[in-house]
């Protein structure tokens, strides 16, 4: 199990663990070294608030975007641990911007937000890259 997804059981915010955290390999960096950082992408602007300020408080470092295109340009100025990404996004949908970042070579775990209960869209978007 991965260091920096760990914490994010702790607090309750991820139910289970991706099954990219067994593997140490993804996340090179050890937390003892720096925060683990969290890039939170989700257009509703008071759930990214409040939920920065609950991962702010369990001492990690947050960035937050609100479209797919401050998602590209966070990820392009950071070096980001783990992605938290909504489905739905006003500029184009979560799943296409996952196929997107997984084909840049972005190889941090992404833990998708959404109230997607279907089998199939669930499916769609691990096949494209998503770990949970």
């Known amino acids: 199990m991965s260091a920096y997804i760990r914490p994010l059981v702790r607090t309750g915010l991820v139910r289970s663990l991706p099954h990219c955290c ?5 996340i090179p960096t050890p937390m003892a070294q720096r925060r683990t ?4 992408v989700d257009d509703d602007v008071l759930l990214c608030r409040g ?6 408080l369990h001492e990690f470092e947050v960035s937050t975007a609100n ?21 739905i996004l006003p500029d ?25 209960c279907s089998v199939q869209g669930r499916v769609r978007a691990l096949n494209r890259g998503a770990d949970d």
Not at 37 to 40: A, D, F, I, N
């Open 67 to 87: 479209t797919a295109a401050e998602a590209l340009s966070c990820i392009g100025s950071n070096s980001v641990d783990i992605i938290l990404l909504d489905w």
């Open 51 to 56: 939920l920065s300020r609950t991962l702010a």
């Open 92 to 116: 184009r949908d979560g799943v296409t911007l996952l196929q997107d970042l997984r084909e840049r070579g972005v190889v941090a775990p992404v833990i998708m937000l959404s109230g997607e």
């Open 37 to 40: 950082h969290v890039l939170l």
């Open 22 to 26: 067994s593997d140490p390999t993804i």
